[in-house]
Structure formats: C-alpha cells, structure tokens
Nanobody, 115 residues
C-alpha cells in the first residue's frame, strides 16, 4: 500500500521561506521519480517540481530559481524548499509518484503566503 504523507505547510509572509516534506512508504523509494504539485482555490492542480531517481530536477517556470526539490533515499523522504514566497504561491501542496502505472497522491499540506 502506497502512502505519501506531507508536512511543513503553514502561514508565511511574502518573501519568506518554508520547507515541505513528504514521507513515502509502500514503494521502492530510491527508484521512483517524485513530484510536487499544488492546487490553488478555484484553479486546476499544477505540477511544480520533480526529482528523478538519479537526482535530476525539473521545475515549472513559475517556481524556477525560488524552489528546490531534493530527496533523502535513506529516509524515503522528498523535500521542497520554498524561498522568496509570493502570495500567488498560496495553495495546497501535494506529493505524488507512480507505481505500476498508477499515480498516487498524499493528502496535501496548506501553504498560505500573506501579510
């Protein structure tokens, strides 16, 4: 059974930073590409960042240069370091991966950027 559990969200002022974590179980974590998505109120879920099993990273244009995705295979955990946060980064952030052709999602963690 695949489980993805996000944590680390919260309320932060514009320009601030947060680090999200996603602990995974039920997969061979070290061989899985891990992704972060987000969904703002009234908007579709959008892809944010990905990290391959080999550590290759990719980012959406909206977060490139501000967010950093990383992984710790010993802890089965993927991280999203978010710097220079903007109000438009406000969303529920989800961790996601695939196993045997099925995409799995965590429950999400709320990030609110507001003064």
């Amino acid at each position: 059974q695949v489980q993805l559990v996000e944590s680390g969200g919260g309320l932060v002022q514009p320009g601030g930073s947060l680090r999200l974590s996603c602990a995974a179980s039920g997969i061979i974590f070290s061989i899985n590409t891990m992704n972060w998505y987000r969904q703002a109120p009234g908007r579709e879920r959008e892809w944010v960042a990905a990290i391959s099993s080999g550590g290759i990273t990719n980012y959406s244009d909206s977060v490139k240069g501000r967010f950093t995705i990383s992984r710790d295979n010993a802890k089965n955990t993927v991280y999203l370091q978010m710097n220079s946060l903007k109000p438009e980064d406000t969303a529920v952030y989800y961790c996601s991966t695939r196993k045997a052709g099925t995409r799995y999602w965590g429950q999400g963690t709320q990030v609110t950027v507001s003064s």
